[in-house]
């Protein structure tokens, strides 16, 4: 089982460059929807790629949420209520833009911030 905080970041040594960007592109699909969209992975799923979630914070004060999707982490589709039962999920999570660095950073690129619009 992974750390119970456990995170992207965390685990960037054990996932692949193609999952991660599997990740991203779930996650710019929310941000662009929805506004500022989380990732949370699963601590108990030892997959080779653990499953994970999407949340959109509708409060940034309270960080309070919307869940927007449950994801398998070898095929990137939705969890069956079985699966999802026997998941326990971090207690952290990250951003978008933090995900964008890490894949950045996995291809060994520069990721420049994004302009304010």
């Given amino acids: 089982m992974l750390a119970p905080d456990a995170t992207l970041l965390t685990i960037r040594d054990a996932v692949t460059v193609e999952y991660v960007r599997q990740v991203l592109e779930n996650v710019r699909v929310c941000e662009r929807e929805m506004g ?37 982490g070898m095929r990137h589709r939705p969890l069956t ?3 999802l039962r026997a998941l326990i999920w971090s207690t952290s999570e990250i951003t978008y833009e933090d995900v964008r660095r890490l894949i950045g950073s996995m291809r060994n690129f520069k990721v420049q911030p994004r302009k304010a619009t």
């Fill in 36 to 72: 500022d969209a989380r990732v949370c992975i699963a601590v108990n799923d030892l997959k080779p790629h653990p499953s994970y979630l999407i949340r959109a914070v509708m409060d940034l004060e309270t960080e309070e949420g919307m869940l927007l999707m449950e994801l398998d």
């Fill in 81 to 83: 209520e079985k699966q």
